[in-house]
T-cell receptor
Framework: KAGVTQTPRYLIKTRGQQVTLSCSPI?????VSWYQQTPGQGLQFLFE???????NKGNFPGRFSGRQFSNSRSEMNVSTLELGDSALYLC???????????????FGAGSRLTVL | SQKIEQNSEALNIQEGKTATLTCNYT??????LQWYRQDPGRGPVFLLL?????KEKRKERLKVTFDTTLKQSLFHITASQPADSATYLC???????????FGSGTRLQVQP
């Protein structure tokens, strides 16, 4: 069973540019969550999508957006990049079942974004 | 405010000993608590989930306890090995909430 695939793995952008990251969840998983990980803040929740609908959102500015397609693949976009956006962006998928707290997340390897 | 606290200092132990990591939380009433392992440059990997009505959960050399009165979970690795060296994250999701919130993690270093 293929795991969660994130592309690209590494990318370098300059301030003011925008970036799009892609995530393919495990087959059959309909929930996709995005997290930002930095040394200072740890893992911060960005948003979660389920059946193409944003179901949950963290405390990030509107420059951070995402979407989910009918095949459950998801993309996130960051516009007008700032230096502080440099981070590891992690995507995780889960099967929907029961209470959300019991849903185990399967993470991808992440996309390492460096903003210069 | 809601907080999940894990010891930010690295835990260094000798191979064969038991490692114990702590996760404390405030202003949460979680129904579940999860533990993940993360290796450098990789995404976290799920290890164990424990429910609020469970005191203890075991999986091979791993043991997790969950004390909702103390608002604390302990994660134990018995007979630790150098391959257990990694960062361990606790995560919880309060009742009715959907976002899994993570602690900052504790780095474990097992010396051979």
């Amino acid at each position: 069973k293929a795991g969660v695939t994130q592309t690209p793995r590494y990318l370098i952008k300059t301030r003011g540019q925008q970036v799009t990251l892609s995530c393919s969840p495990i087959s059959g998983h309909r929930s996709v969550s995005w997290y930002q990980q930095t040394p200072g803040q740890g893992l911060q929740f960005l948003f979660e999508y389920f059946s193409e609908t944003q179901r949950n959102k963290g405390n990030f500015p509107g420059r951070f957006s995402g979407r989910q397609f009918s095949n459950s693949r998801s993309e996130m976009n960051v516009s007008t990049l700032e230096l502080g956006d440099s981070a590891l962006y992690l995507c995780a998928s889960s099967s929907e079942g029961g209470f959300s707290g019991a849903n185990v997340l399967t993470f991808g390897a992440g996309s390492r974004l460096t903003v210069l | 405010s809601q907080k999940i606290e894990q010891n930010s200092e690295a835990l260094n132990i000798q191979e064969g000993k038991t490692a114990t990591l702590t996760c404390n939380y405030t202003n949460y009433s979680p129904a579940y608590l999860q533990w993940y392992r993360q290796d450098p440059g990789r995404g976290p990997v799920f290890l164990l989930l424990i429910r609020e009505n469970e005191k203890e959960k075991r999986k091979e050399r791993l043991k997790v306890t969950f004390d909702t009165t103390l608002k604390q979970s302990l994660f134990h690795i018995t007979a630790s090995q150098p391959a257990d060296s990694a960062t361990y994250l606790c995560a919880l999701s309060p009742i009715g909430r959907r976002a899994l919130t993570f602690g900052s993690g504790t780095r474990l270093q097992v010396q051979p």
